[in-house]
Nanobody, 122 residues
Framework: VQLVESGGGLVQDGGSLRLTCAAPGLTFADHTIGWFRQAPGKGREFVAFISRSGGSTYYADSVKGRFTISKDNAKNTVYLQMNSLKPEDTAVYYC????????????????WGQGTQVTVSS
């Protein structure tokens, strides 16, 4: 199963982007969906995850108040709205699916996308 991310790009400091995660063949209502990011030379970092129903969300402290994760189970799609972007948000962003209850740990996720590049210029 392959997840597909889209919506990345180049944006100025303070700008916004909305990332989308879709997965043909995977039922999002049965999975917790997470977003992670990886900057050059750094490890993969947790950003946010959303529960199977979409009723619960969790965020890394570094993005809390600026990013919003949401889910449309009817469309089998998850979104990451990113506002007030900073240069330190520059990274490849990945979505991942977990059959469990959700985690901050990347190794607990079962399926991953290829990633989408987000670059924030100062």
């Amino acid at each position: 199963v392959q997840l597909v991310e889209s919506g990345g790009g180049l944006v100025q400091d303070g700008g916004s982007l909305r990332l989308t995660c879709a997965a043909p063949g995977l039922t999002f209502a049965d999975h917790t969906i997470g977003w992670f990011r990886q900057a050059p030379g750094k490890g993969r970092e947790f950003v946010a995850f959303i529960s199977r129903s979409g009723g619960s969300t969790y965020y890394a402290d570094s993005v809390k108040g600026r990013f919003t994760i949401s889910k449309d189970n009817a469309k089998n799609t998850v979104y990451l709205q990113m506002n007030s972007l900073k240069p330190e948000d520059t990274a490849v962003y990945y979505c991942a699916a977990d059959t469990g209850g959700g985690s901050y740990n990347s190794w607990e996720y079962d399926y991953w996308g290829q990633g989408t590049q987000v670059t924030v210029s100062s």
